[in-house]
């Protein structure tokens, strides 16, 4: 049962992306205005504000989610049905993708570090790549939100997607770590010859005009890379998502936090990501786990594994990697 349908919540999501789009301004036209590098203790502030923000988000959204069941003439006198229960389920659905998307974003933040060395950005115009190519995902993430509201409804597509996950899981267990050179790949290729690039970064700029015609500067190549990535991350995230639970409007609102503090943590993390050697054995099995609750573990469980089980398992793989990389990677003395 989905209880906030788009076709009657559909203010909250308005209001929700007007909520998205001013704090995107404000971080952008005001806070880094002017392009700088981003240092670990500035990055180290946004993450716990973006991770402050969210958890606040979820606190009032468990007292809307409890108004309305409290109040909504359609659940009052419902068998079985309790109120506060659902609500704290509703918030713990809500943390549990929250979570799950900021440990599969750790991938995303690989990527971006292979991405800007191999562009050559420098540091202080990272942020602003990292920007725009974050509001290109928000517009992805939407669109895949959408469709997987409706595609999740037919039990076959639950099976497939969870069936995707497994093999991801697996496959991300036996994929090699070491850097991987763009120079190869397709989308670069096709990029090149699809625009004309001026080979060196002209400040912040996305575009130059040169002999009278415009070419793009390494940092459009470096935001059109990043915007395909995503694109490719998605295929796994928001399934991910819909394993924990079927409310689009908790599955949006969780991915876009999630995304909103990417780059933050990115800046956090870019001096210390070759110490989780073992993060991949954690995201590996978390997307194994959410592909088995999809396959399997619902069905087993009356149609819904317990929501706060699935938070402790998640909780308890992303926890352990880390815990074991920073153990292995600790100096002596």
Same mark, same amino acid.
């Given at each position: 049962?989905?209880?906030?349908t788009?076709?009657?919540?559909w203010?909250? @999501?308005i209001?929700?992306?007007?909520?998205?789009?001013?704090?995107?301004g +404000?971080?952008?036209?005001?806070?880094?205005?002017?392009?700088?590098e981003?240092g670990?203790?500035?990055?180290?502030?946004? #993450?716990? !504000?973006? &991770?402050?923000?969210?958890?606040?988000?979820?606190f009032?959204f468990?007292?809307?989610?409890?108004h309305?069941?409290?109040t909504d003439?359609k659940?009052?006198?419902?068998p079985?049905?309790?109120p506060?229960?659902?609500?704290?389920?509703?918030?713990?659905?809500?943390?549990t993708?929250?979570?799950?998307?900021?440990? +599969?974003?750790?991938?995303?933040?690989?990527?971006?570090?292979?991405?800007?060395? @191999?562009f050559?950005?420098? =540091?202080?115009y990272?942020? /602003?790549v990292?920007?725009?190519?974050i509001l290109?995902?928000?517009?992805f993430?939407?669109?895949?939100?959408?469709?997987?509201?409706?595609?999740?409804q037919?039990?076959?597509v639950?099976?497939?997607?969870?069936? +995707?996950?497994?093999? #991801?899981?697996?496959?991300?267990?036996?994929?090699g770590?070491?850097?991987?050179?763009?120079?190869g790949?397709f989308?670069? /290729?096709?990029?090149?010859?699809?625009?004309?690039?001026?080979?060196?970064?002209?400040g912040? =700029?996305f575009?130059?005009? =040169?002999?009278?015609?415009?070419? &793009? #500067?390494?940092?459009f190549?470096?935001?059109?890379?990043?915007?395909?990535?995503?694109?490719?991350?998605?295929?796994d995230?928001?399934?991910?998502?819909?394993?924990? #639970?079927r409310?689009? !409007?908790?599955?949006?609102?969780?991915?876009?936090?999630?995304?909103?503090?990417?780059r933050?943590?990115?800046?956090? !993390?870019?001096?210390v990501?070759?110490r989780?050697?073992?993060i =991949? @054995?954690?995201?590996?099995?978390?997307?194994v786990f959410?592909?088995l609750?999809?396959?399997? !573990?619902?069905?087993?469980?009356?149609?819904?594994?317990?929501i706060?089980?699935? +938070?402790s398992?998640?909780?308890?793989?992303?926890?352990?990697?880390?815990?074991?990389?920073?153990?292995?990677?600790?100096?002596?003395?």
């Amino acid at each position: 049962m989905v209880f906030f349908t788009f076709a009657e919540y559909w203010w909250f @999501y308005i209001a929700f992306t007007a909520f998205v789009l001013v704090v995107l301004g +404000l971080d952008l036209g005001v806070f880094h205005k002017k392009a700088h590098e981003v240092g670990f203790k500035e990055a180290s502030a946004w #993450t716990a !504000l973006w &991770v402050s923000m969210a958890l606040g988000f979820n606190f009032i959204f468990y007292l809307f989610a409890r108004h309305h069941f409290l109040t909504d003439p359609k659940y009052l006198g419902l068998p079985g049905f309790d109120p506060e229960a659902q609500a704290k389920t509703t918030a713990l659905e809500f943390l549990t993708g929250f979570v799950v998307e900021k440990a +599969l974003a750790i991938d995303n933040i690989f990527v971006f570090a292979v991405v800007f060395g @191999y562009f050559g950005i420098p =540091k202080k115009y990272q942020h /602003r790549v990292l920007f725009w190519g974050i509001l290109g995902a928000l517009v992805f993430r939407a669109t895949f939100i959408a469709l997987g509201s409706v595609l999740t409804q037919y039990h076959g597509v639950v099976i497939f997607f969870g069936a +995707l996950l497994i093999a #991801t899981g697996i496959k991300m267990v036996f994929a090699g770590s070491a850097p991987r050179d763009l120079e190869g790949t397709f989308i670069v /290729r096709q990029l090149k010859r699809v625009f004309r690039v001026h080979p060196q970064v002209e400040g912040q =700029k996305f575009f130059i005009r =040169k002999n009278g015609l415009i070419h &793009v #500067t390494p940092l459009f190549l470096a935001l059109i890379f990043l915007e395909l990535s995503d694109i490719v991350f998605a295929v796994d995230s928001v399934p991910a998502i819909f394993a924990l #639970t079927r409310e689009p !409007l908790i599955v949006f609102t969780s991915n876009i936090f999630a995304i909103l503090g990417l780059r933050s943590m990115y800046f956090m !993390l870019a001096g210390v990501m070759d110490r989780f050697v073992f993060i =991949k @054995y954690g995201l590996a099995s978390v997307l194994v786990f959410v592909g088995l609750k999809m396959v399997w !573990l619902d069905q087993a469980f009356g149609g819904k594994f317990p929501i706060t089980w699935s +938070l402790s398992v998640i909780g308890a793989l992303i926890g352990s990697s880390i815990a074991v990389s920073l153990s292995v990677n600790r100096k002596p003395g």
